[in-house]
């Protein structure tokens, strides 16, 4: 069992950065990619961006690429997004995820993603 924990969503203005939380509780959480997903009314759930087991390795979805960086802290139990240059298309539901068989590059269109955070909103004012 993991258990997902998101937080440091908030209020941002266009242009502004701001670093995302997700703790990530379990015996075996060092084995599982980790990743992000948003979410906007009336919208299905859109993949952001996944980071493997060791940190090692990253896939984004193209939109986010050069803007979002994904990383993690296995001492920690933890994975980041830090976004930057924000825009208020960005403005969503952010959710933690974590899939044990699923590689990075396959997150984006997987229907087998293990668990999923509570989320934590993300608001980019224009």
């Known amino acids: 069992q993991v258990q997902l924990v998101e937080s440091r969503g908030g209020l941002v203005p266009a242009g502004g950065p701001l670093r995302l939380s997700c703790v990530a509780s379990?015996?075996?959480?060092?084995?599982?990619?980790l990743g992000w997903f948003r979410q906007t009314s009336g919208k299905e759930r859109q993949f952001v961006a996944a980071?493997?087991?060791?940190?090692?390795?990253?896939y984004y979805e193209s939109s986010v690429e050069v803007r979002f960086t994904i990383s993690r802290d296995n001492a920690k139990n933890t994975v980041y997004l830090h976004m930057s240059n924000l825009k208020p298309e960005d403005t969503a539901v952010y959710f933690c995820?974590?899939?044990?068989?699923?590689?990075?590059?396959?997150?984006?269109?997987?229907?087998?993603?293990?668990?999923w955070g509570q989320g934590t909103q993300v608001t980019v004012s224009s």
């Open positions: 995820a974590a899939a044990l068989r699923v590689s990075p590059n396959n997150w984006e269109d997987s229907d087998e993603i293990d668990y």
């Open positions: 379990g015996r075996t959480v060092g084995a599982y990619v």
């Open positions: 980071v493997g087991s060791t940190g090692r390795t990253t």
